[in-house]
Structures are given as structure tokens and as C-alpha cells.
């Protein structure tokens, strides 16, 4: 979504995700345990690294959110969260990030760490070390005692996912805690000589909206699409960029956010969705999410740790089915203190 980007030339809407959270060893010195304390200015040197910019933000009394040039930064007291798309840099920027975070505040460990990411539409297009899977695990491993996973097909739609071995005394994150993420994807993927061929795009009606043809703005784009009623209670900060591309962050009361990214070009249209909103269970979003982007298919991942409320949801999603959509794939793994399930559903023939 770089705003130099020409319309018809690729862009890789699929993001690498980053979750840290931090902590401490002792209970001693915590006056100063707040990663919002960090100063804009030094972001943007980390953001620098990665290549890309902060465009707007917004905050509240739990989060500071970032819309960026390529996707988006969350900054709570003791977590980051940091999504970029395109051929971002984004693993280049954790070890300064955590010399940031030592040099700034109090902290002293890394709690937890998550990266993941689909498979790359076109990987050949990303610098090093996301030049495949196996590159950004070395680079994970340099930092942290971490294990690698690869969920789905590799020959097709699959989701990659580095978190840390937890030590026998390992405690974790101790709040409730969930995350809610789904990719809206094309129909049909084929790899024609190292070509990408779309056989079905998402609503070409539907990605128009999120170009400068048909809304002069974000917030008419945000109306127009419905974005707006997805989640009640949420404040959006979005961004329409030119001539097209869509980003938005929800802040929400009690430290919960919502993002979604859209890359509306009819050759590799895209559309992520994230959030940290906790629900028992998330199929009417879910529901009012394929109605919104019409896809061809998409990828859903939910993490919830023991404590969360979306816990029982993982459990049940062998049970739900959307309507006018067959699931292709169902897996679930369970780690110390998260449990995730990653699902592909596929629009049905009519």
C-alpha cells in the first residue's frame, strides 16, 4: 500500500506479524515498566529499519496505535505489536527493538515472542532474512530459544509461526489474552513459471470502495464498506491512500484492538483482519466479515491462552461452518500457555 507504488505493479499484501511481550525478573524497579514511555521519535528510527513510516496515530489510556505506510504498530504497557506488508524488513528491527525497550524502561526479558505470516505471494520479491521461512527462523534463533511451525499445505496456503520453548518454570503472559486473525483470499492460486495467476479475485465491486475512484476519503470508504459497524464502541483511525489501499486501527476501552488492511488490486487483492477482542465465540463476526469482503476463501488463525474467554472457541470450531464455504483444512496445536487453531475455507461450488 506505499503510496509511490503503481497501480499495476505487485504488491505483497500478505504481513508478517510480530508480538512481543515483555517483563521482568524481579518485582523490584517497575516504576518505570511502560513501553509507551518510549518516545515517538525513537520509533520511527526502528520503523526506519524495517522501511516504513508512521503516517497517523491515536491512543487511549491502555494503547498507542500507529497506521503505517505498510500496515501497522500497537503499543501497550507491556506488549508490542508490529504488522508490516510488502517486502518490509520487519525481523531486522527486533534486536534494536529490544535495546530499545532495555535502554527506555525497566523491563529485562522477554516474556513471550510470536511471529507469523501466510505464505508469501511472491517470496522472490522480499529481502533477506524473509526470504523463506527457514531464513527468519535463523534469524528468530540467533535472538531467542524458539520453535518453528508450518500449518496447512506447503504446496499451497499455509501459515508459519515462530513462538518461544517455554522453561519448565515458565510462567507466561498471567491476562486473558486472544487474537482473532483472518486473510480474505483469492479463489485459486497458480504458479505458472514463477507467475502468479488469480483465477478469482475478491468483489472487484467491493475493492473499488477502497480505492480513490470511488471514495475521496477514508472515512467515506470506512461508511461506504461498512467497516464502521463491524465491532461496536471501537474509535477507527483509518487511512485511504493514493491511488489506492486501505488501513485502519480500532482503539477500544480495557486495552482491545481491531486492524484491518486492504490491498484492493484486482491482480493480488488482499484483505487482513485482525483483533484482540475478547468473545466466547467469534463466528457472527466472522459471518459479517465474509458478507462484508465477498472472498473466494480465507485463512483463520485464533490464539487464546487459559485464562481468555475465546478459550472454549477453540475447541468448537471443528463443529461451525459458514454458509456457502467449505473447510479445507483444520488443525489445532496446543503449547504450554496458548492454544491456537488454524483453519482454510473455501467458497463453495454453486
Known sequence: MDEKANYCDFFEGTEKLLEIWFGRRTESNTANCDLRAIPRSTWEKILKIVKCTIISFKKNDYMDAYVLSESSLFVAKNRIILKTCGSTTLLL?????????????????VIDIFYSRKNFMRPELQEKPHTSFEDETEALDELFDGS??????????????YTLNPLEDFIGVQVPDQTLEIS???????????????????????????????????????????IDKLLPG?????????????SMNG???????????ITPEPQYSYVSFETNYPQESYSDLIFRLL???????????????????????????????????NRKELQFSHFKNYDLTYALFAKAPS
Open 93 to 109: 528491527a527486533v534486536k534494536p527493538l529490544i535495546y530499545v525497550v532495555r535502554d527506555n524502561t525497566d523491563f529485562d526479558m
Open 148 to 161: 518453528a511451525y508450518c500449518l496447512g499445505r506447503i504446496n499451497r496456503d499455509c501459515w508459519y509461526l
Open 184 to 226: 480474505f483470499l483469492a479463489k485459486a492460486l497458480y504458479i505458472l513459471n514463477s507467475d502468479y495467476v488469480i483465477m478469482q479475485e475478491l468483489d472487484p465491486k467491493i475493492m473499488k470502495i477502497f480505492t480513490k475512484e470511488v471514495c475521496s476519503t477514508a472515512k467515506e470508504a470506512t461508511q461506504k464498506s461498512g
Open 234 to 246: 471501537v474509535v477507527i483511525d483509518d487511512y485511504l491512500f493514493e491511488p489506492c489501499g486501505y
Open 251 to 261: 482503539l477500544f476501552k480495557g486495552g482491545y484492538y481491531v486492524t484491518i488492511h
Open 291 to 325: 458478507k462484508l469482503f465477498c472472498p473466494g476463501k480465507f485463512i483463520m488463525t485464533l490464539f487464546a491462552n487459559k485464562l481468555s474467554v475465546a478459550a472454549i472457541s477453540n475447541c468448537l470450531y471443528h463443529k461451525v461452518d459458514f454458509r456457502g464455504f
